[in-house]
């Protein structure tokens, strides 16, 4: 048997009940018209019963029609006709449709509403296409000035720039009581708290071939030579109302303005690397103002990396606004154009070198003898760093500690006294040459630079005479270097070896003078006439020191080099090394790049965003001109009379640049500026990228900004 289920029974019971009560009444309405049989008494009882309903509709509408008379004799007004409902309609299409046409006059069921037995249907006003149009990203972007930060300015400044996500990848990404149009709140919007979530990056990113800098102490300048205007930039005026209202000098204006400013990091292998403090000066009579950064021998090389996802070309340096520091100071730097940017490193006690000579190479981590053990002339020291070969070197010298260098007063030539060629301590030179595209230059022997292979110093004898000796350490000037015709070369191996196929990145120091070289042949001869000679004399001539083997404890480098972006249409064009530098924006949407591949697309230091406030959409399906429908549909706004209807600026995204929407592409704007819900119908032009590519998931954004009264806009529903 099965298990009775009650509630079921009792609901069928019900509906035949329901049935029996429906059918009965209209079974005994049509009995009663159409049979003249009935019995007396039953036909007199039918009679009252029809004659009372009759009376029953009059007496009932006496109220109604007391007043159809008033108003329709009396006062002589009539009906209007009735209006019909509108809504609006979203429609979907199937994944595998591309676009569908919707005539005027489609009907489209709503089902049964209003108490309705029937399907209430709408009609379509007008023709349109539907398009597999998504709304895949929804941002809010507000610049806020607090009142209450005040810092000496005579008008408040940008406190801080606040980044919301309302949609991400077509979903809900924040709750909707934060979704305010252009992210500003009346209730919060004097509030100093920053939340991390909603920070929105602010800066500039600069690359070069200057910056190659792997190992040793490292001094960077970043040199910003502003633009030259008529007024005073924003930059200065703002600075010279901080000193005159708080009456105070331009140096502490600037120690306190940009007292925790940046946040400045480094590109490493492992990612960015954070340089923790830095120096700003300044010089207003020239238009400029540098960040000095230092990084000591134990910090990681600044080299490309593959763990940052933007497309480096070159070593980099990040510099971004930091949101927490005392001065927030985006409004400083809005609007500054740039002329160029000088970027100027020095580098000291390079040691991670390649070393070889007449032996082969040489190590790094014990002594070795420089020239051999038998220096002659022509006896050579190449020293490899590909660092030298990638930039524009400035000042270059190598400095040799030695390991071993005669202490006697007076260098060598007390040390040379016994041998018959004289011996001086300028007599030890070299000539430096560099390996660029497998050539040796100079290439003509009297442009080779020639330099002293050992220094002196001045000391006292033990009986008080003044003296000199041999110095510890030797350092060979080659600041010609960047006359040498040397090539830049960034395909240079590391680490860097040599064999005869090598086409790039040494310096070979060479021994030209004095032709006996350290003196090694001189010395067997000096010291066989001496030793003949007191074989046959009483008087015995004392032999001389054996020739001086030089041998090194360590070997550096020491360079200074430099590079300029320049901003304006300076840039020669012919010019295969000018320029080749790199410059981004750090954006709240990503990085945009300013100098790329020595094309200028900007010039200014940060990203100008002019507006208050930003709302933007991001669209995916659209690859081709069409017209877009957006329903806007927003809470009431209390202070709605502060909003002006045209008060808002529509703008589309093309190759990184922001495009006003020309006037006849706003086809409709129900919502008269924001004031109210309603559609905004949009003509949107196709773009490039989209028809390159072909794909229809990229996506198209809208931007729609207010450049005041941000807070008084209504809340997205």
């Given amino acids: 048997t099965t298990q009775l289920d009650l509630a079921k029974s009792l609901h069928t019971f019900n509906k ?40 029953q509709k009059q007496i009932n509408t006496l109220s109604q029609r007391h007043l159809d008379f008033y108003y329709s004799d009396i006062l002589q007004q009539s009906l209007n006709s009735g209006k019909s409902t509108s809504t609006i309609i979203n429609f979907s299409l199937l994944p595998e449709i591309k676009y569908s046409l919707v005539d005027k006059g489609a009907q489209v069921s709503a089902g049964k509403l209003f108490g309705s037995k029937t399907d209430i249907l709408f009609e379509t006003e007008k023709p349109l296409v539907v398009y597999q149009i998504e709304l895949m990203e929804l941002q809010t972007l507000l610049f806020q000035s607090n009142p209450y930060i005040k810092v000496g300015t005579n008008d408040p400044l940008v406190s801080s720039i606040t980044q919301n996500t ?162 927030y100071l985006y409004s400083f730097f809005l609007g500054i154009e740039l002329d160029s940017v000088s970027i100027n490193v020095d580098v000291q006690r390079m040691k991670n070198l390649s070393l070889y000579n007449n032996i082969g190479k040489m190590p790094l981590n014990k002594a070795f003898d420089l020239f051999g053990p038998i220096p002659e002339k022509g006896s050579f020291l190449m020293i490899g760093e590909p660092e030298l070969f990638q930039k524009q070197i400035n000042t270059l010298d190598i400095q040799i500690d030695w390991s071993n260098t005669p202490d006697d007063f007076g260098g060598f030539e007390t040390y040379y ?99 006996i070289g350290f003196g090694n042949d001189l010395y067997q001869k000096e010291f066989i006439n001496i030793a003949t000679f007191n074989a046959k004399n009483k008087t015995q001539v004392p032999y001389p020191n054996k020739p001086y083997v030089p041998k090194v404890n360590g070997i550096a480098i020491n360079y200074s080099a430099s590079d300029t972006l320049l901003f304006t249409d300076n840039l020669s064009k012919s010019s295969a090394t000018e320029n080749t530098g790199e410059f981004f924006h750090i954006t709240p949407f990503g990085v945009t790049n300013t100098i790329s591949h ?79 819900s309603g559609i905004v119908e949009l003509n949107l032009p196709q773009l490039d990228r989209f028809s390159q590519t072909g794909e229809t998931n990229d996506i198209y954004h809208i931007r729609i900004s207010t450049n005041k009264n941000a807070a008084h806009y209504p809340k997205i529903k």
């Fill in 166 to 327: 309302l949609i991400s990848k077509g979903k809900d990404a924040s709750s909707k009581e934060n979704w305010f149009a252009f992210g500003a709140n009346k209730r919060n919007i004097s509030n100093t708290q920053i939340l991390p979530e909603t920070v929105a990056q602010m800066g500039f990113i600069i690359g070069s071939s200057a910056l190659i800098l792997k190992e040793g102490h490292r001094k960077i300048t970043l040199q910003f030579n502003m633009a030259t205007v008529a007024q005073p930039n924003n930059f200065w005026k703002l600075l010279n109302q901080i000193k005159d209202n708080r009456k105070i000098t331009m140096d502490t204006v600037f120690a306190d303005v940009f007292e925790d400013g940046f946040n400045i990091s480094y590109s490493s292998k492992s990612g960015w690397v954070e340089i923790p403090e830095y120096i700003i000066e300044y010089n207003e009579t020239q238009n400029f103002f540098s960040i000095q950064l230092v990084l000591d021998s134990a910090a990681p090389p600044i080299e490309k990396s593959t763990k940052i996802p933007i497309p480096l070309t070159w070593p980099s340096i990040k510099v971004e606004l930091n949101e927490y520091a005392p001065n």
């Fill in 16 to 55: 035949v009940i329901i049935h029996i009560q429906e059918f009965t009444k209209d079974y005994l309405e049509k009995n009663i018209y159409n049979k003249n049989n009935l019995m007396p008494n039953n036909a007199m009882y039918i009679a009252f019963a029809l004659l009372f309903r009759k009376a």
């Fill in 598 to 676: 020595q094309k200028i697309k900007r010039n200014t230091l940060l990203a100008n965003y002019s507006a208050e406030g930003y709302l933007i959409l991001g669209l995916t399906g659209i690859t081709e001109t069409t017209f877009v429908s957006v329903d806007f549909h927003f809470l009431h706004s209390s202070t709605s009379t502060q909003i002006n209807s045209n008060g808002l600026t529509w703008e589309y995204r093309h190759l990184n640049e922001w495009i006003e929407f020309e006037k006849g592409n706003i086809v409709l704007d129900e919502t008269n500026g924001f004031i109210k």
């Fill in 417 to 515: 006294n016994g041998y018959s060629t004289p011996i001086t301590n300028d007599s030890f030179k070299i000539q430096c040459t560099a390996l660029s595209n497998g050539f040796w230059l100079p290439t003509q022997i009297f442009d080779i630079p020639t330099d002293n292979l050992f220094n002196t110093v001045d000391s006292l004898t033990p009986e008080g005479y003044q003296s000199t000796q041999i110095s510890p350490t030797t350092k060979i000037n080659l600041n010609s270097f960047s006359t040498f015709g040397v090539n830049q070369d960034f395909n240079i191996p590391t680490p860097l070896t040599y064999d005869v196929n090598s086409q790039s990145g040494f310096v070979k120091l060479t021994l030209s003078e004095p032709s």
